[in-house]
DNA sequence: TGGGTTTGATAAACCGGTATAGCTCCTGCA
DNA sequence: TGCAGGAGCTATACCGGTTTATCAAACCCA
């Protein structure tokens, strides 16, 4: 038999497909003989239910997607999002629940997806990253009704789910200890201006930059890829008061700083620290290994797929969970200044 | 109203639930004007077809599969597999098919996601990645009976379908540079050996070394990792008769390579050339930049997406495409030997 | 003018599950 | 003895599409 169906072993067991579908499915309305009886029937004929059938009758489909805005061109060397990708997965296939990828240009056609991905009823919740200051995603899913959570972004007013790190404590403490090396001219080399999380940075070491005594700690955007990395430190080592240490906001623009170190003849760390607010096999690979901010993106993964799953079981529920704090590893890329 | 169905339309319409779908679907059975009609109250309504219940009454679902069999460490370096996804996403979008990926362990795993798609109808077709000598996935998927396209080799016996390049003549490339460089002492550190791409690699350095006079030409495997990349090259640095030209099977390992040479004081390119058989921005973003084997890796999964739907839409046909020949784009990191 | 074919449409079956109303026993208790 | 109530199960509607059998009207040509 090609596909045996849950009325093929109904006729089997000579019972009902109501029956079959109640022991398959463990609920009450058969009795525990008969269910184990049914059990082992659909176990020897290998039975699984057919998704389609399922998400036709009930209204899940037992999958969830995530968009990824990003060119591919920014994407390909960031470990990060395979890390957080394989997490979710392993959150997820514990309810055996599969992942949509997308991978898109732009907000406008992630939020295209999510519209055709609610009319046609392809997810049960979604996955965000890269929340941004006043994310048009946000209200959009909310219309759509589609359960979502948010990756590294406090919810906030009652919005959606979130997982989310502290960026501010994290950043402080970079800056704390760059500070306490002797640091005084410290400059950072953020992401994209629009996500909430560049801006979080940004607004932790304005903060601190007072309290620690430092003479400058300007807060660069770029667009997070390596080129705008690499000019952006080109110009900052051009300056007469060139910054005895640069903070980047990906292992990415960190390693592509250090290159324009090198190629200017700027020693690390001697004449220059550097520190990525990620880390990664990249950072390690370095030389010198790159002093990073280390967190658990596979762990952030897998409680984004727990929270979705409990969001998507009882939509009313808001949860914003708190993930551990990151923690500094430092390596080589990080000494006092000469 | 929610959600429009069918049977809103042709309640609408004045015509039968029938009528509609042949209207929707462009298949003979109603009259040009009644279609226009129809598609017009379709698009006033926003109606978009429910995937499950199209899946159940045809028998696809608008969705391919691709499992990527390699610990998250080893794959979140590799800009790889993030072109070749955008490139697969960009060849599937043009016929609205969603893609479902999966990061497993091994192969164990992968087969067991190939059954269990197949068993619950979630996939039309998968693209298969890394493909081993004897693979056992090969077998499988034809007794699933699902559509596949294997990525970078030669179906062969008239197995799958296939996407690839020609590695053998890549590799000759690269080795007969180096030779007509100069060089005489090359070595290779190839990738997992039971890959057949390194195989085919491995053959062809074998094969050329006589013929260009080499004094030594040896391929090492390792598993593809940062960590064994420069393990090897430590040890191949440490010998008498250092080679001084190593070819690298992968950009990440390429990047290792580089980095055990400057930790062991070996001048590149004056002591020693480097040659990755994969380029990326990581390559580029190196001092010195690596001379690499350029491909076109989002064309490649474009071209792969494409084969795929062919053989879905005809399982009975066997493609076998070939891409155009990688080229070699030299940069800093290869020279004369000394 | 009449029989056969084509065209445009309908009604109903079907895909493989889930949900629910209802039926038949059996048990317990007054 | 009678009846309420629950356990265990069946029959059936339903989800939203696709597909097929059927049919009436129009059309064609000898």
Do not use: C
Request: no cysteine; net charge negative; hydrophobic share 45%.
């Amino acid at each position: 038999m090609a596909r045996p169906t849950i009325a093929d072993i109904a006729s089997r067991a000579g019972v009902s497909k109501g029956a079959v579908s109640f022991a398959l499915n463990g609920r009450p309305g058969v009795s525990d003989a008969t269910r184990e009886r049914i059990l082992k029937i659909a176990e020897q004929m290998s039975w699984r239910p057919h998704s389609a059938a399922r998400a036709l009758g009930a209204s899940r489909v037992d999958s969830v997607g995530m968009v990824i805005a990003r060119p591919a061109r920014t994407l390909g060397v960031e470990p990060f999002f395979a890390h957080l990708l394989s997490g979710v997965q392993s959150g997820l296939s514990a309810e055996s629940i599969s992942l949509q990828l997308l991978i898109v240009e732009d907000t406008a056609a992630e939020i295209e997806v999510y519209r055709r991905w609610a009319s046609e009823h392809r997810v049960d919740g979604v996955i965000l990253v890269d929340l941004t200051v006043k994310d048009p995603r946000i209200d959009e899913l909310k219309a759509l009704e589609l359960p979502a959570v948010v990756i590294g972004g406090r919810g906030g007013k009652g919005a959606l789910a979130s997982v989310w790190a502290d960026d501010r404590d994290a950043m402080l403490a970079i800056v704390e200890y760059l500070a306490a090396l002797g640091h005084r001219r410290i400059a950072h080399v953020a992401g994209t201006p629009n996500f909430q999380h560049t801006q979080r940075r940004i607004k932790a070491v304005r903060d601190a930059a007072p309290r620690l005594g430092l003479l400058d700690a300007p807060s660069l955007t770029t667009d997070f890829s390596d080129a705008e990395g690499a000019a952006i430190t080109r110009k900052l080592l051009s300056q007469p008061d060139r910054p005895t240490a640069i903070v980047y906001d990906s292992d990415v623009m960190a390693v592509a700083g250090l290159g324009v170190a090198m190629e200017m003849g700027v020693a690390v760390p001697a004449e220059l620290s550097i520190v990525a607010f990620d880390d990664s096999t990249l950072t390690q690979l370095m030389h010198p290994a790159l002093t990073a901010l280390s967190r658990d993106t596979f762990d952030f993964g897998r409680q984004a797929a727990e929270v979705l799953l409990d969001t998507i079981a009882d939509p009313t529920q808001v949860i914003n969970r708190r993930t551990p704090d990151p923690v500094l590893t430092v390596r080589e890329s990080t000494a006092p200044p000469s």
